[in-house]
């Protein structure tokens, strides 16, 4: 008897939880969609519909809730308007000018966007992120308790949201099956180059997809406020973030083409969801973080991993992939003896004045951003050894930094250990669960690769942080003292400062060192033909997981050191995944590939905002992410970084001066082959 | 027991069987032509040979081990080397990097710690080799050149170079006449048996000119729609009837 009752309520709080999972899935399910839609029909791995979502929910709540419009003029204007005009002018100035480019290059620009728009949208319309909007949604008295059955509780928010994505994904249906543009846009999927030969232009097909998948993304952002906690009551683009993931987990179940997966997958995602939060026990830690923030993370890594689809589909070529250009020889490798011994001087004279003023006449407050400078150099070049080196993208190098800091935290804290041994060891942790972490996603490379490394970042800031083996625990703080160490005193800005650019310059030649070294060369000849190497014995995976160790180990050490400088790790400032976002888009758009590249992306990202910004122009700090999240787009054109372009560009300009001026002297400085061979 | 052997492989594509029980057998300093008219197997049969495919049936060995299961780098490191129809080489990278590369992965010297050390750098010793290589060629001056400079034939060198800094027992060579003119084949092929008398390892021509693979090689395999039709001294093979027809048509054939 007791056991039958108690079954019933089994079976009853599984029905109560499938009709909760629903609207949850039909968000996902939206901006899945859109992702697969985009995909298709461009190539492109749209990570920018976070912010795409944000900026129509905060359209929507700011005319709204703020300037008081009745809800339906102020939906049309940031779903049907906002939404679908920003997807044109996406598509339009910016994706199809970057149609050959390779998939991991459009990712790159998609990052860029995801640090820009929001921020530029903040800038335009003077968002108050203080202002708390509360929960709104698009339906009238939202809140409203309706019984299924008589019995299971929905709401009218969650009603409205499942009949609004059943009918998207209906008209979506119904486009492609009946209309024109429907089967012009399934012919581009299939090939886009056949179908231009047949008369169909297929920018205007590609236009209208990324319409369509924009007003989706609109439409989620919207939808999805009422029913999501990360939303809240204060409405960020950092919010969308586990949606987004949830919505890739989705996508990924279709390989990333399939639409019905995508949809579907969303659904059941959502489901899934919810049934985790009922029935799942919470006596156990584990346990309790996987009905919570842990969820999204931990099924988007699953399904990358363990889906034998995904792995088919990396094991066949992509034939959406662009045909990546063979990256150029460094501009330092093809200069003349002149210009370098010129450069060396150049550079030589430029430090030591930075030198003396700093050490000389520079304010604390100065000594202290140049310190800033130098150990986000060291930080960046974890970027640069992997993303420069190695030619992948991840994007956790912010989590790798903030195990460091931790790590040094964690050592003077409970062992009253130095600091420097700290964050060695969290450099080890670092190298370690970079290894263990990448193993498994290393042969899928690309963007694959890059989404495994977010979630895990995401993982690392919605659910480890709040252990207190990890982040530590309020009782304590997050205090980090100055190290004292082969018994000189670190403790004086000055002193620290020359302990820094120490730990720089030691990392910077251990890089030069292993890009010229065997480890090196395993790796260039890799990012040269991947089939080419594995031909002539490199093992891919093994050189790329060890060079996925280093870059952690490196990001630890100048997330320990950025610790020790603000004497407590200042996590939420320094370390959370969007601005590790930001990191990459600076350092791949002012030059990956070398080291000098990763220090002038360390002293860009420190002292241009303050400087430029700030006292030249009287600009807020946040342009710089709509600067460089903008300036992403030029990866795509010049892979070697900016600073790398111009280099080349001016030593080929003062080359032909030269020449025209002296035949002679150009004969000796035309190349590296001329200066070393033929002369006796 | 041959260096390299096939025996009875069989690969099916989605119902269509491309390998049909095939056997075949290449020794240290001989020089097999594999050939066949187009579509007959032959480079799903390479694949199979380097790990690229996992043959359904039969079996890969390489020196009396068997290397069916192992991946595409382990059968490099015992000694296979390869070239490409489509030449595939490190885009960014100089020629002489080229061999430099395969030298280092080949002898294995490449431990994280020594790198660190400084102990990983190229040494001159390392580079001479090269560059000794790269002359024997027909490439010498040209280590520093950047590898897009290239002409397609002096490319395909430079695959041969690195296939050849390996010191691999056997090197495979796939279609290395596509794209090349006669004179630039005569030349790539000239050089090829030069270089293979001097250092002694197998060689596996995977041909479409039958003219390359009759001047070149000693045993032919002929290949048609996925069975071994004959093998053979090269000189008899060319004879035969039925290599004549599967290349010309029955109608020639019949009529001869």
């Not at chain 1, 100035?93 to 790159?108: E, G, N, P, T, Y």
């Not at chain 1, 292993?514 to 033909?529: C, K, N, V, Y």
């Not at chain 2, 693979?213 to 000189?235: C, D, M, Q, W």
Request: hydrophobic letters at 50%; one cysteine or more.
């Amino acid at each position: 008897m007791t056991a039958s009752v108690l079954a019933a309520g089994v079976v009853e709080e599984t029905i109560r939880a499938f009709f909760q999972g629903l609207p949850i899935g039909a968000g996902f399910a939206l901006v899945a969609m859109s992702f697969v839609l985009t995909y298709k029909t461009s190539g492109v791995f749209n990570l920018a519909f976070g912010a795409q979502a944000f900026i129509s929910a905060a359209t929507y709540f700011e005319l709204h809730v703020r300037r008081d419009w009745p809800i339906w003029s102020a939906v049309l204007v940031a779903v049907v308007l906002v939404a679908p005009v920003l997807g044109l002018l996406l598509e339009r100035l910016i994706f199809r000018h970057v149609h050959a480019a390779s998939a991991v290059s459009k990712l790159v620009i998609s990052l860029g966007l995801l640090v820009a728009l929001p921020e530029l949208f903040k800038l335009i319309v003077d968002y108050n992120r203080e202002q708390p909007f509360g929960a709104v949604g698009i339906i009238p008295d939202g809140t409203t308790v309706y019984r299924l059955f008589g019995r299971y509780p929905v709401t009218r928010d969650e009603i409205a949201a499942f009949v609004i994505v059943v009918a998207a994904a209906l008209a979506l249906a119904a486009l492609f099956r009946y209309t024109r543009l429907g089967l012009r846009i399934r012919a581009v999927v299939q090939s886009p180059r056949m179908t231009e030969l047949n008369g169909v232009n297929a920018d205007w097909v590609s236009s209208g997809s990324w319409m369509l998948s924009s007003l989706f993304a609109g439409l989620a952002g919207v939808l999805l406020v009422p029913t999501t906690p990360s939303l809240g009551t204060v409405l960020e683009p950092t919010g969308y973030f586990p949606i987004v993931i949830s919505a890739l987990a989705a996508a990924a179940l279709g390989r990333l083409v399939s639409l019905p997966a995508a949809m579907f997958g969303g659904l059941a995602l959502g489901v899934v969801t919810t049934q985790m939060r009922t029935h799942v026990p919470r006596d156990n830690v584990i346990l309790a973080e996987l009905q919570g923030p842990a969820l999204p993370y931990v099924m988007l890594f699953a399904i990358i991993v363990f889906w034998p689809a995904i792995r088919r589909q990396v094991a066949g070529a992509d034939p959406l992939l662009g045909v990546s250009p063979p990256p150029p020889a460094l501009a330092a490798t093809s200069r003349s003896r002149g210009m370098t011994i010129y450069t060396r001087i150049m550079a030589l004279a430029f430090f030591t004045a930075v030198g003396i003023w700093t050490f000389g006449y520079a304010n604390d407050f100065w000594i202290s951003r140049i310190t800033h400078s130098v150990i986000f150099s060291i930080i960046f070049l974890s970027i640069v050894v992997f993303t420069g080196l190695g030619g992948q993208i991840a994007l956790c190098q912010v989590t790798f930094a903030a195990i460091g800091a931790f790590g040094a935290m964690q050592f003077a804290q409970r062992w009253d250990i130095s600091v420097i041994v700290g964050m060695l060891a969290g450099a080890a942790i670092a190298a370690a669960v970079g290894a263990v972490l990448s193993i498994p996603v290393m042969r899928l490379g690309g963007i694959w690769l890059a989404i495994a490394t977010l979630a895990f970042a995401l993982f690392f800031h919605d659910v480890l942080v709040k252990y207190s083996w990890v982040g530590g625990s309020l009782f304590h703080g997050r205090g980090v003292p100055r190290p004292e160490f082969l018994g000189v005193d670190f403790s004086s800005r000055e002193n620290f400062l020359i302990l820094s650019i120490a730990i720089l310059v030691l990392v910077g030649v251990l890089i030069i060192l292993i890009r010229e070294s065997s480890t090196g060369m395993a790796l260039r000849a890799l990012r040269g033909s991947e089939t080419a190497a594995e031909s002539i014995g490199v093992i891919s995976w093994r050189s790329r997981v060890i060079v996925f160790s280093v870059s952690a180990a490196i990001a630890a050490i100048g997330g320990g050191l950025l610790a020790m400088e603000e004497r407590l790790v200042g996590y939420e400032a320094n370390f959370d995944p969007q601005t590790g976002l930001f990191w990459l888009v600076i350092v791949v758009v002012l030059g990956a590939r070398t080291v000098e590249g990763g220090i002038q992306a360390g002293v860009a990202f420190v002292i241009f905002p303050e400087l430029v910004l700030h006292r030249w122009f009287g600009l807020d700090g946040a342009w710089r992410f709509v600067l460089f999240g903008f300036a992403a787009i030029s990866f795509a054109r010049h892979p070697e970084g900016l600073l790398e372009h111009g280099k080349r560009r001016s030593q080929a300009l003062m080359q032909r001066a030269f020449a025209r001026r002296a035949p002679a002297m150009a004969a000796a400085g035309a190349g590296g082959a001329a200066e070393t061979g033929e002369e006796p | 027991m041959s260096l390299l052997a096939a025996d009875g492989i069989t690969k099916r594509f989605a119902g269509i069987t491309a390998l049909d029980d095939v056997h075949i057998a290449v020794d240290e300093g001989e020089r097999v032509g594999l050939i066949g008219p187009n579509g007959a197997g032959k480079t799903t049969l390479f694949n199979c040979l380097l790990g690229l495919l996992r043959p359904d049936a039969g079996s890969v060995s390489f020196d009396g081990q068997s290397i069916t299961r192992l991946p595409i780098y382990r059968r490099a490191r015992l000694g296979i080397g390869r070239t490409f129809q489509r030449v595939e080489l490190f885009s960014g990278s100089s020629v002489r990097d080229h061999l430099l590369f395969a030298h280092r992965i080949r002898s294995g010297t490449g431990a994280l710690w020594k790198d660190l050390l400084g102990l990983g750098l190229p040494k001159p010793a390392e580079i001479e080799r090269c560059d000794t290589l790269l002359e024997s060629l027909g490439l010498g001056g040209m280590g520093d050149e950047p590898i897009e400079a290239l002409s397609l034939g002096q490319s395909r060198l430079v695959e041969v170079a690195r296939a050849l800094m390996t010191q691999p027992r056997v090197v495979l060579l796939d279609e290395p006449s596509s794209g090349l003119d006669r004179a630039e084949t005569t030349a790539l092929a000239d050089t090829l048996a030069r270089i293979q008398t001097e250092q002694g390892f197998g060689l596996l021509l995977v041909e479409h000119d039958v003219e390359l693979v009759a001047t070149f090689t000693e045993r032919t395999y002929v290949l048609n729609f996925g069975k071994l039709i004959t093998h053979g001294p090269t000189s008899e093979v060319m004879r035969d009837d039925e290599v004549r027809a599967a290349y010309l048509g029955d109608f020639v054939a019949g009529t001869s």
